[in-house]
Each structure stands twice: as structure tokens, then as C-alpha cells.
């Protein structure tokens, strides 16, 4: 049955159109926008992940300049106890050659306190933004080891986030190799003993100190790449879920401006479809 008052053909055509604009409405804002995944009414669970990783992502961006900093720390305290164990090889060979009697015995001695000094000073001066892991307190206050955001562990999605953390001890230099208490100054072959077997302990403790900070750098080293890498793993994570896939959608484009168009003819057509009624009282 046909009717002036009802063009059920027109409606239907009318939904389709609709339907085609508003998927062309969508497919082109993921294109301008590059993001698939936008709002959350886009796709409220996609979203909802999204937006926590992205939290996570940016989180573990600031542990990597963290980082960055303790490793600059260690770096520094660990350059500076190479140094000291390299000083204290030169003290040992002096005294070595303080054991024989036919030697000048204060000339060796004005070597070795002119060394001990250079240590005491690299001691000092060994510090990046403050901290020094060759003293007894690392800040000058009653801190004994530095503690380095290394990572944010999540339990679950949405859990609880717990932050881990890497800790440096400091080697104690300054306590460590106390010199005056711990080393005989040289005044003849006799002493030169005593001293050759006091410079071989605080040669070791220094050796061992020296180790401690290299391996605390090595770890740092390999937590900041780990960071790195991650935190990309992360963010390519998040562009899979949200992000366009603008291939995809340049061909979606091109379907949807198809249909729009036959759409349109096809609403044309049955919105005519009336006036063929006049035929029949012609």
C-alpha cells in the first residue's frame, strides 16, 4: 500500500544516512585525532587501561632520571675510590722502598703524607648534589646509604603500587682509612715494616670499597636501560590500544564516502516516490 502521509521507503533510507554520517563522523576523527580510542565513551574498558599504563609510563619516566642522578652519584664516589686505590699502590711502593736502611727515610715520609693528604682531599670532595658515599654519613647528617627509586611494582590491574628501591651503602673512607691512627709514619727501615703491613690492610679496604661501588654502579646501569626499554614496551602497549590504524581507516574512509553517497541517492528516490501517486488520477 502506498501512502502521502507515510514514506516508509524515505525513513529507512533516512536511518541508513544517519547511520553512514555517523560512522564517517567517527572514522574521521580517529583520523584527525590519530586515536582510535579517544574518550571513554569510545571504549570505556580500552580506556580505563590506557589511562592507567599511561600513569605508569609516566611514573617510571621519573624513576628513570632518578636514576640518572644515582648513577652520577655512584659514578663520582666510585671514580674517586679508583683514584684512592691507585694513590695508595704509589704509597705502598714508597714504603716498599723505605725497607732498606741506605735510603732517605723523611724524604719517603714527605711522599707519604703528601699522599695521605690527596686522599683526605678526594675524600672531601668526592660528593655529586650533596651526597658522598666515601664518607661516614653520606649528606653530612646521620644518613649511612642512599636509598634510588628503581622501579613501581603493580599487583593486578588497578592494585596496589609499591615502590622498590635500590640502596647504596657508603664504603666509610673517611672512618676506614684513618691514617693517622692506622699507619706508621716512617722513620727508619724498623718502622717501614710496621707500615708495609698497615698499607696492605688499608689497600685492601680500599680495593674492597672500590668493588662494592662498581657493582652498585653496574646494577644502576642495567635497572636504567631495563627502565628505558620498558617504558617504550609500555607506550607501544598503549598505541596498539589506541591509536589509529590509519591504513585501516583510509580504506573504512573511502567505504563509508561510498555509501554516504548511494545513501543520499537512495533518499532521493524514495522521497519521490510519492509524486508517482499523481499518475494514477491523471
Same mark, same amino acid.
Given at each position: 500500500?502506498?501512502?502521502?502521509?507515510?514514506?516508509?521507503?524515505?525513513?529507512?533510507?533516512?536511518?541508513?544516512?544517519?547511520?553512514?554520517?555517523?560512522?564517517?563522523?567517527?572514522?574521521?576523527?580517529?583520523?584527525?585525532?590519530?586515536?582510535?580510542?579517544?574518550?571513554?565513551?569510545?571504549?570505556?574498558?580500552?580506556?580505563?587501561?590506557?589511562?592507567?599504563?599511561? @600513569?605508569?609510563?609516566? +611514573?617510571?619516566?621519573?624513576?628513570?632520571?632518578?636514576? !640518572? %642522578?644515582?648513577? *652520577?652519584?655512584?659514578?663520582? /664516589? $666510585?671514580?674517586?675510590?679508583?683514584?684512592?686505590?691507585?694513590?695508595?699502590?704509589?704509597?705502598?711502593?714508597?714504603?716498599?722502598?723505605?725497607?732498606?736502611?741506605?735510603?732517605?727515610?723523611?724524604?719517603?715520609?714527605?711522599?707519604?703524607?703528601?699522599?695521605?693528604?690527596?686522599?683526605?682531599?678526594?675524600?672531601?670532595?668526592?660528593?655529586?648534589?650533596?651526597?658522598?658515599?666515601?664518607?661516614?654519613?653520606?649528606?653530612?647528617?646521620?644518613?649511612?646509604?642512599?636509598?634510588?627509586?628503581?622501579?613501581?611494582?603493580?599487583?593486578?590491574?588497578?592494585?596496589?603500587?609499591?615502590?622498590?628501591?635500590?640502596?647504596?651503602?657508603?664504603?666509610?673512607?673517611?672512618?676506614?682509612?684513618?691514617?693517622?691512627?692506622?699507619?706508621?709514619?716512617?722513620?727508619?727501615?724498623?718502622?717501614? @715494616?710496621?707500615?708495609? +703491613?698497615?698499607?696492605?690492610?688499608?689497600?685492601?679496604? !680500599? %680495593?674492597?670499597? *672500590?668493588?662494592?661501588?662498581? /657493582? $652498585?654502579?653496574?646494577?644502576?646501569?642495567?635497572?636504567?636501560?631495563?627502565?628505558?626499554?620498558?617504558?617504550?614496551?609500555?607506550?607501544?602497549?598503549?598505541?596498539?590500544?589506541?591509536?589509529?590504524?590509519?591504513?585501516?581507516?583510509?580504506?573504512?574512509?573511502?567505504?563509508?564516502?561510498?555509501?554516504?553517497?548511494?545513501?543520499?541517492?537512495?533518499?532521493?528516490?524514495?522521497?519521490?516516490?510519492?509524486?508517482?501517486?499523481?499518475?494514477?488520477?491523471?
Amino acid at each position: 500500500m502506498s501512502s502521502i502521509l507515510t514514506n516508509n521507503g524515505a525513513m529507512v533510507a533516512l536511518q541508513t544516512l544517519k547511520s553512514v554520517n555517523d560512522n564517517l563522523d567517527e572514522i574521521q576523527s580517529a583520523i584527525s585525532t590519530g586515536k582510535e580510542v579517544g574518550k571513554a565513551k569510545d571504549n570505556a574498558a580500552v580506556w580505563a587501561i590506557s589511562k592507567t599504563m599511561e @600513569a605508569d609510563i609516566s +611514573g617510571f619516566e621519573a624513576i628513570e632520571d632518578g636514576l !640518572a %642522578i644515582g648513577e *652520577a652519584t655512584v659514578g663520582v /664516589a $666510585s671514580a674517586a675510590s679508583e683514584q684512592i686505590v691507585e694513590t695508595l699502590r704509589e704509597m705502598k711502593k714508597l714504603i716498599v722502598s723505605a725497607q732498606s736502611e741506605n735510603v732517605d727515610h723523611g724524604k719517603i715520609q714527605n711522599d707519604i703524607a703528601s699522599k695521605v693528604a690527596q686522599i683526605e682531599s678526594i675524600i672531601s670532595a668526592a660528593q655529586f648534589n650533596g651526597a658522598n658515599l666515601l664518607k661516614t654519613e653520606i649528606d653530612g647528617g646521620t644518613t649511612t646509604q642512599l636509598g634510588i627509586l628503581a622501579s613501581l611494582d603493580r599487583a593486578g590491574s588497578g592494585g596496589t603500587v609499591t615502590a622498590v628501591e635500590i640502596t647504596i651503602a657508603s664504603v666509610n673512607f673517611e672512618d676506614k682509612l684513618d691514617f693517622s691512627a692506622s699507619l706508621t709514619a716512617i722513620a727508619d727501615s724498623t718502622t717501614a @715494616a710496621t707500615a708495609l +703491613g698497615q698499607i696492605e690492610t688499608l689497600l685492601n679496604v !680500599a %680495593i674492597t670499597g *672500590a668493588a662494592a661501588l662498581g /657493582a $652498585s654502579m653496574a646494577r644502576l646501569e642495567d635497572q636504567s636501560d631495563f627502565v628505558s626499554n620498558l617504558v617504550d614496551s609500555m607506550t607501544s602497549g598503549v598505541s596498539t590500544m589506541r591509536d589509529t590504524n590509519m591504513e585501516e581507516a583510509s580504506a573504512r574512509l573511502q567505504a563509508l564516502q561510498t555509501q554516504q553517497e548511494l545513501a543520499v541517492q537512495s533518499l532521493t528516490i524514495a522521497n519521490e516516490a510519492p509524486s508517482t501517486l499523481l499518475q494514477l488520477f491523471q
